[in-house]
């Protein structure tokens, strides 16, 4: 299910539109992002029966036109396990009772997501332990050691 802008609230959609655009890296359109809704589970009544108000948004990295093969790659890498086998990328929504407010929160995690995937990591700097803490550390394990050797038995002399 794709935003129809004569169905869709035009908020909506300006509020969708904001949320693509300031995507640090890259910009995806909205017409990437496919919707779905389907009804959701938890409290809500007689509502949660009739009406749809789970919200799935996929979007398809291994097909979009927006990313470059350096981007692509990227996602691919760091989203490995969250990328299903056909390429696309998922989140859902049923935190709210209304399809609006899931929509926006399904939309505020895919573009959590993305984002996640384009954070540099720092690289770990090597350090050693101080002298003080390799020390602590020899000390403890001869205690330990002591301890468990004046709990054998003495050696028996025949």
């Known amino acids: 299910m794709t935003p129809d802008t004569n169905s869709a609230s035009p908020i909506l959609l300006r509020y969708h539109a904001t949320i693509v655009s300031l995507l640090r890296a890259p910009r995806i359109p909205l017409d990437e992002f496919s919707f779905s809704a389907s009804r959701s589970g938890g409290p809500g009544g007689q509502n949660v029966n009739k009406v749809a108000t789970r919200v799935t948004v996929t979007f398809n990295v ?3 036109p927006s990313l470059t093969p350096e ?5 691919e890498s760091r989203l490995a396990h969250r990328i299903s086998k056909v390429g696309s990328l998922q989140t859902v929504s049923q935190t709210y009772r209304s399809q609006a407010r899931n929509r926006i929160d399904a939309m505020e995690r895919m573009q ?3 984002d996640s995937a384009f954070v540099t990591r720092r690289k770990r ?3 050693r332990p101080t002298q ?3 020390r602590k550390r020899l000390e403890s394990k001869s205690r330990r050691s002591l301890a468990k050797k004046s709990r ?5 002399e025949h």
């Not at 981007?71 to 996602?75: E, H, K």
């Open 62 to 64: 291994s097909e979009s």
């Open 71 to 75: 981007q692509r790659d990227q996602i």
């Open 112 to 114: 959590v997501l993305i």
């Open 125 to 127: 700097r090597k350090t």
């Open 132 to 134: 003080a803490s390799v």
């Open 152 to 156: 054998s038995r003495p050696p028996q």
